[in-house]
């Protein structure tokens, strides 16, 4: 693991750290907010995964995060969304897919399957890395994300209840296996035959029996692709059918942007930290 930056903010530490990904067979780049707590003893871990054409950068940038996290005593980390590299396959005009748009999936398709395993990345080896260079209490961990990203959270958390304690979400694609943007995608990855996409949606996961204590989404209602992409509905339904607790908000007026994030996540991390603790 490489140092890239480290910058003090709010008592805390805002890294940036860069690896040779065994999953994704590419150097991948990711960052992690270590608060001022950590001095005393190892933290819990809450994992932020971001939305098409993000990095690891964007949450940074504009998620104002640290301030309360450094009060919650919450160690955030912030993975990139796809590998990255002039190796990597690409499809670079298109922003849907390739770099940016990894879906946190382990892609089965040539020539994708080499590089994209993003699932396992998320899953396996970064929490490993996480746990031997940082103070981390990884027995405590939380996971949310945005758009795609919350595709990806509500996914892994459902795939692995026994590993994550909370999970929430900004704008998530509900239904991937049936929005427009998000169809190709899985099909590239994945293969035409749709029984293989089920395990990478959380509607079709919860209907397929897979459970997580509660979940907590915020959609905004002046969301540019809330009818035609996120659809937060189509997982109300799966929840109710399955007596599942959501707790799902429509914020009225709010859009797709990190100026909706940045206002509710003071609420997230609060959310989490209640269950973390």
Not at 125 to 133: D, G, K, S
Not at 230 to 238: K, V
Request: charged share 20%; net charge negative; glycine share 8%.
């Amino acid at each position: 693991m490489k140092t890239v930056s480290t910058s003090k903010v709010h008592g805390g530490v805002q890294g940036v750290y860069s690896h040779a990904s065994d999953s994704c067979a590419c150097d991948m780049t990711f960052a992690v907010f270590v608060p001022p707590q950590a001095s005393n003893e190892p933290l819990p871990v809450l994992w932020y995964l971001s939305g098409l054409t993000c990095t690891h950068a964007n949450v940074m940038d504009k998620g104002e995060y640290r301030r309360m996290a450094a009060e919650l005593g919450l160690m955030i980390v912030c993975p990139d969304t796809s590998p990255r590299g002039e190796t990597v396959p690409d499809e670079k005009d298109n922003w849907q897919f390739g770099s940016g748009a990894g879906f946190y999936v382990d892609a089965t398709e040539a020539p994708y399957a080499k590089n994209y395993r993003m699932y396992s990345y998320i899953t396996e080896e970064l929490p490993a890395l996480i746990a031997a260079n940082f103070p981390a209490d990884i027995e405590r961990q939380g996971i949310f994300g945005h758009s795609m990203g919350g595709h990806g959270a509500l996914t892994i958390a459902l795939k692995n209840p026994e590993r994550f304690r909370s999970c929430s979400a900004f704008a998530p694609i509900a239904q991937p296996s049936t929005a427009g943007w998000s169809r190709p995608a899985l099909e590239k990855y994945l293969g035409a035959d749709e029984a293989n996409w089920r395990a990478y949606d959380a509607t079709l996961l919860i209907e397929d029996g897979n459970r997580f204590p509660e979940l907590l989404v915020d959609q905004g209602t002046a969301d540019g692709f809330l009818d035609e992409g996120l659809r937060p509905w189509l997982l109300e339904d799966a929840c109710r059918e399955a007596s599942m607790a959501l707790t799902l908000r429509m914020q009225e007026g709010y859009d797709h942007s990190y100026n909706f994030i940045s206002t509710f996540m003071d609420d997230h991390l609060k959310w989490h930290a209640q269950r973390l603790r």
